[in-house]
T-cell receptor, first 115, second 115 residues
Framework: AQKITQTQPGMFVQEKEAVTLDCTYDTSDPSYGLFWYKQPSSGEMIFLIYQGSYDQQNATEGRYSLNFQKARKSANLVISASQLGDSAMYFCAMRGEFGNEKLTFGTGTRLTIIP | DAGVTQSPTHLIKTRGQQVTLRCSPKSGHDTVSWYQQALGQGPQFIFQYYEEEERQRGNFPDRFSGHQFPNYSSELNVNALLLGDSALYLC????FGPGSTDTQYFGPGTRLTVL
């Protein structure tokens, strides 16, 4: 069984500052994938970034980077130079080793960017 | 390139009725997964379809059923609706193949209200 834990229900960050959203996971699978999604108030789940468990380097996508610490089972999302449009719910998710498997989601973090 | 589309956007039903939700995957994708997201929670996996067969299933009763068509589009059917079925239903598509990260891309969702 897989489990995702997001311990920050909500965060307030000043515009243009960097923000780190925490995610820890638990799995017995030898390989797995970790994902971050953004969900604005409209409801659509937007894919942000992916990290494979055997990837040697931390994933980056524009202003998003994933701080992957395998030994600690953590996969924190870092957003640099936050913008007002970053205000949304953020979900960490993982899939198991066989690929194309179901995603297990955390409870999410609501990020609010303050002008 | 069209993304994942879902219809209808909103739906209001009464207890005991039946509902059908529809999803068209992103171009080039062959796998469709369905998720239920209750208010304030992360999405919960319902089931996944690949090659017109149910490949995986989450912890949902048999009232929830689905179908995948030869063009990879999919339907989610819910019978004997309960008040607790009120939620945002998200469809996600992905490509199952070598070299793929199996990233799931989501549609805008169907918001179902059961009265």
């Amino acid at each position: 069984a897989q489990k995702i834990t997001q311990t920050q229900p909500g965060m307030f960050v000043q515009e243009k500052e960097a923000v780190t959203l925490d995610c820890t996971y638990d799995t017995s699978d030898p390989s797995y994938g970790l994902f971050w999604y953004k969900q604005p108030s409209s409801g659509e789940m937007i894919f942000l970034i992916y990290q494979g468990s055997y990837d040697q380097q931390n994933a980056t996508e524009g202003r998003y980077s994933l701080n992957f610490q395998k030994a600690r089972k953590s996969a924190n999302l870092v957003i640099s130079a936050s913008q007002l449009g970053d205000s949304a719910m953020y979900f960490c998710a993982m899939r198991g080793e066989f690929g194309n498997e179901k995603l297990t989601f955390g409870t999410g973090t609501r990020l609010t960017i303050i002008p | 390139d069209a993304g994942v589309t879902q219809s209808p956007t909103h739906l209001i039903k009464t207890r005991g009725q039946q509902v059908t939700l529809r999803c068209s995957p992103k171009s080039g994708h062959d796998t469709v997964s369905w998720y239920q997201q209750a208010l304030g929670q992360g999405p919960q996996f319902i089931f996944q379809y690949y090659e017109e067969e149910e490949r995986q299933r989450g912890n949902f009763p048999d009232r929830f059923s689905g179908h995948q068509f030869p063009n990879y589009s999919s339907e989610l059917n819910v019978n004997a609706l309960l008040l607790g079925d009120s939620a945002l239903y998200l469809c996600a598509s992905s490509f199952f193949g070598p070299g793929s990260t199996d990233t799931q891309y989501f549609g805008p969702g169907t918001r179902l209200t059961v009265l």
